[in-house]
């Protein structure tokens, strides 16, 4: 008998213990944020035919997975395992012994990243905001003597709104060019925590960007790779945001590069996960910070948290994982972690000014 699969009898145990077996009651309708995946998931699902499932859901929307597992188990028949661990993008997929055996991931959330290869093959759900109508945002934009030449990027739950938006401020006299970024963007004017090529794309074209999503996440991950001032709109409140504070943003880096310059010893911080493993990065950084007379190690992590480099005899880090670990969660970290091109900064061979974001190609 192979030692992975149960033995026939596996249920024999708990049969001895429980009376004869209830018909199952049906499935609860899955409800809450899940209600809605529409038509086209269930079909790519059934395409698939699976005959295991791994799902994978943000780590703000757990509260109707479990009935969502069971859905999913009920219309396919497949066997569905919740994964634990959210991931934060198409990059942080889950290795095959992570999945439990699945022969595909459901991950929702997120779009596909098309240069990065997955090692389960993976059905995204976007979860898309159906957009409300545009005509009192583009009123609301235009009112707010916001530049006329305008770079409109949005988080990918909002990308349907971009080309109605668009329209109704083009009408209004606005101008709106929209290009692709580069291969690991899967959308024109879309914005990654990584990489926002689509809007370095215009950024020649436009006096300032409008982010169309919420939160600040990618307010300030665009206004670190652009001079140009970068507002926010929240489609689902209606509300205009100021521009981002670039300069304290940047300040703040400059800071922990600063704190750098005098490091003797660092780590290099490389990641497992397939979409942000950068290992010949880790070893040219390395290998630099060796030329320049300092020490360094790279070191390995899947997801890193703040308490995995306490305790280490090191100065500093370098993060050659996702750059927001850096630039936005510098306060878990009782040491400095710089991005790849702050550390060449902290090194001398990059000049502090202009600012580099570390984006992913
Ligand atoms: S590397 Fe970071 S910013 Fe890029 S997709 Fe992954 S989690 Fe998001």
Redesign the pocket.
């Known amino acids: 008998m192979d030692a992975k699969s149960p033995p026939a009898d596996a249920d024999r145990d708990l049969r001895l213990l429980l009376p004869p077996a209830a018909e199952s009651p049906p499935a609860a309708p899955v409800a809450g944020v899940f209600a809605d995946l529409g038509a086209p998931f269930w079909e790519a699902l059934a395409g698939r035919a699976p005959r295991s499932v791994a799902l994978q859901v943000p780590a703000g929307l757990v509260r109707d997975a479990a009935r969502l597992a069971r859905t999913i188990a009920d219309r396919t028949g497949a066997r569905v395992t919740l994964l634990n661990r959210a991931c934060?993008?198409?990059?942080?997929g889950p290795a095959t012994d992570e999945s439990n055996g699945a022969d595909v991931v459901v991950a929702l959330g997120h779009s596909p990243?098309p240069n990065v290869r997955l090692a389960v093959p993976t059905l995204f759900v976007e979860m898309r905001q159906p957009p409300a109508d545009p005509e009192p945002m583009a009123d609301r934009i235009a009112a707010s003597g916001i530049p006329r030449r305008l770079g409109l990027v949005a988080s990918v739950q909002h990308l349907d709104l971009v080309e109605p938006l668009r329209e109704a401020l083009r009408r209004r006299g606005f101008s709106l060019p929209i290009r692709p970024g580069d291969r690991r963007l899967a959308y024109a004017a879309q914005a990654?925590?990584?990489?926002y090529s689509s809007s370095e794309a215009v950024a020649g074209e436009v006096d300032a960007f409008l982010f169309l999503g919420t939160g600040e996440f990618h307010p300030r991950g665009l206004a670190l790779t652009s001079d140009r001032p970068v507002y926010a709109f929240d489609p689902l409140q209606g509300r205009l945001e100021p521009p981002v504070d670039r300069e304290r943003l940047v300040a703040r880096r400059l800071l922990y590069v600063a704190q750098a310059q005098s490091a003797r010893r660092f780590g290099i911080l490389v990641s497992t996960f397939a979409?942000?493993h950068r290992p010949a990065m880790a070893e040219a950084l390395r290998r630099r910070a060796e030329a320049a007379g300092r020490e360094a190690v790279v070191i390995a992590f899947g997801r890193l948290q703040g308490t995995d480099l306490l305790g280490r005899d090191l100065d500093a880090y370098v993060n050659t994982a996702?750059?927001?670990i850096a630039t936005d969660d510098a306060g878990l970290f009782e040491r400095p972690v710089l991005t790849p091109p702050e550390f060449l900064m902290a090194l001398g061979s990059l000049p502090m000014a202009p600012y580099r974001f570390d984006t992913?190609r």
């Not at 990654?192 to 990489?195: A, F, R, S, V």
């Open positions: 934060f993008g198409a990059c942080d990243i990654l925590g990584c990489n979409g942000q996702c750059p927001r992913f």
